[in-house]
């Protein structure tokens, strides 16, 4: 197993994600105990120790299930990580009721890592308003008190979310867990996430390595360009080289759904084995192929806005407008729209035009954002 130095941790750099375990008739909320614990420990054995869960997963059972998979080991032997659930607003003022609760579900003492739940652009807000719900200071005192060993954050936000709260709690943040693969590299603007968190001294988890999937196959042509290069390489496989080759990578979270999965990865992690210069270029220039099937060329000049009667955000709504049709729905782009007034969104544009006459990539901006709209329904 590759191990990252974290602080004075080794920490295996595949963690065990606890988002997608397998179910029972294709329930997500009925996690099928027996096999969880199989996996669980093959993990261990395997020299897996970082176990990643949260409040929401499965239906609230995620938790439960996994204290009772890692009780069956001691309690020394893995690195535990949940997460407070601030992606519902319903959850805001209860951080101390669901953080007992957590400890409850789980069946320890304390979290060796701690996370402010998908920071983005709905909810951090309420995250930065200390006074009011009292989050962060309720976290920093159960970090004073020893029952959070490691406090930091997930984000799925933008990067003026990203920066925001890092101006508020960076200096208090010990690590950052976000979207990361070789498509969101550019798609997400994980790179220049990276940096920023690279300058801020706060190291990198990754969930979502494969993005839900779509990188363990590729299109034939695709495929063979990479096997040219790596010919006993699995195409997954490089998704996490590529994640590998990232210097403040610390941990990859795998949502790994049943024993295959697990074994597969578990082989990948087993040596290290970093992607030259060419194949980075090779797989980033995959990368940009896909994305531009079905997505809007947008540069971000900003021509647009100065013309909109409505002062709309036009490159931020193509933005999600690409995430949500690459993605094929999902819940980021509703996510982040959810946080503008109705006057904001894509519904807003008046198909006047005037974005359109002064567009560089000649994008059809009014027709975008109609199809956008009628997309969210």
Not at 8 to 35: Q, T
Not at 51 to 56: L, Q, R, V
Not at 283 to 293: E, N, T, W, Y
Request: aromatic share 10%.
């Amino acid at each position: 197993m590759i191990y990252r130095d974290f602080q004075d941790l080794k920490l295996s750099a595949l963690g065990f994600g606890a988002m997608r375990l397998p179910v029972i008739d294709g329930d997500d909320s009925r996690v099928d105990e027996a096999a969880t614990f199989r996996m669980v420990d093959t993990a261990m054995a395997s020299g897996i120790n970082y176990y990643d869960t949260a409040w929401g997963y499965h239906g609230e059972n995620s938790e439960t299930v996994m204290g009772k998979a890692l009780a069956r080991h001691p309690r020394e032997d893995f690195y535990l990580a949940t997460k407070f659930p601030g992606y519902d607003p319903g959850n805001w003022n209860k951080v101390a009721e669901i953080f007992e609760r957590q400890l409850a579900k789980l069946g320890v003492e304390y979290f060796d890592f701690y996370l402010f739940h998908n920071v983005c652009e709905m909810n951090i807000d309420a995250y930065l308003d200390d006074a009011r719900y009292g989050i962060y200071s309720y976290l920093m005192e159960q970090k004073k008190n020893g029952r959070i060993k490691h406090l930091g954050f997930s984000c799925h936000g933008s990067m003026d979310v990203l920066k925001r709260f890092l101006d508020a709690y960076g200096k208090d943040m010990e690590f950052c867990q976000l979207q990361l693969n070789y498509l969101d590299w550019t798609f997400q603007n994980g790179k220049e996430k990276v940096e920023l968190l690279d300058k801020a001294g706060i190291p990198v988890w990754v969930m979502e390595p494969l993005r839900g999937g779509k990188l363990a196959s590729l299109a034939a042509e695709d495929e063979a360009k990479l096997k040219a290069l790596r010919p006993d390489e699995e195409i997954y496989e490089w998704a996490f080289r590529f994640l590998l080759s990232v210097p403040s990578i610390k941990v990859i979270l795998s949502g790994m759904s049943n024993q295959e999965q697990l074994e597969k990865n578990i082989k990948t992690f087993e040596e290290e084995k970093p992607l030259s210069a060419e194949e980075c270029k090779t797989l980033l220039g995959i990368a940009d192929k896909m994305l531009s099937v079905g997505t809007v060329p947008c540069t971000a000049c900003h021509y647009c806005v100065s013309h909109c009667p409505q002062e709309l955000d036009i490159p931020h709504l193509l933005a999600l407008y690409n995430e949500h049709v690459y993605t094929g729905g999902g819940f980021i782009a509703p996510m982040a729209l959810s946080a503008l007034p109705d006057d904001k969104k894509p519904s807003a544009c008046l198909q006047c035009g005037s974005c359109e006459t002064v567009c560089p990539q000649q994008i059809h901006i009014p027709e975008i954002l109609a199809d956008f709209a009628a997309k969210l329904g």
